[in-house]
């Protein structure tokens, strides 16, 4: 029974290696939930203009976020195209990974205090992901509910997942890689 469950198209995650190749042919991307940051959720007085109000990454999350720079260096893939949340701790593990500029992209922002932007956002995430011309391997930085959301995956503070392009709901996971 499980031979013929993994046998099924799309039921099962690609080898590393395929989905490694994928990332870098930019067949997928790679969607990153932020290094880690202390805490749950948001501060009371969070204000997304400033850092002082938000949860924000430890050193171990920095180092996380530069041990992703590495290994992805390590897979030959030195230049992305870098999106992330307008999060602090989003957009400082994206810039802790030293691959280039990094543009915010407002879809991958936390619903955690509005759950009932969930499906709204992910459709926007989507489509802007999905409208993007294909060629640059692509890496996201986003949040738990975020890659919930459009996975069903529910991932550790630093974890990446390699998703098929074109983005459906949900997701085809082709790997989960561990924060390095």
């Not at 590393?16 to 805490?39: C, K, M, N, T, V």
């Not at 204000?47 to 938000?54: G, H, V």
Request: contains cysteine; positive net charge.
């Amino acid at each position: 029974m499980l031979l013929a469950w993994l046998s099924l198209p799309g039921s099962a995650y690609a080898s590393d290696s395929q989905a490694w190749d994928a990332l870098r042919e930019g067949r997928a991307l790679l969607l990153l939930r932020h290094a880690s940051a202390p805490g749950f959720g948001d501060p009371a007085n969070f204000q997304l203009d400033d850092c002082t109000t938000q949860r924000n990454l430890s050193e171990q999350g920095r180092e996380e976020s530069r041990r992703w720079g590495a290994l992805l260096r390590s897979k030959r893939i030195e230049q992305p195209r870098l999106f992330s949340s307008r999060w602090c701790r989003a957009r400082d593990t994206a810039r802790e990974m030293y691959l280039g500029t990094v543009e915010p992209l407002p879809a991958l922002d936390s619903f955690f205090a509005n759950r009932a932007r969930a499906s709204r956002q992910t459709a926007e995430l989507v489509a802007q992901i999905n409208g993007l011309a294909r060629g640059a391997p692509m890496v996201l930085v986003s949040h738990q509910v975020n890659i919930s959301a459009l996975t069903g995956s529910y991932p550790a503070s630093g974890e990446g997942l390699i998703l098929a392009l074109p983005l459906d709901v949900p997701a085809q996971v082709l790997a989960r890689i561990p924060a390095p």
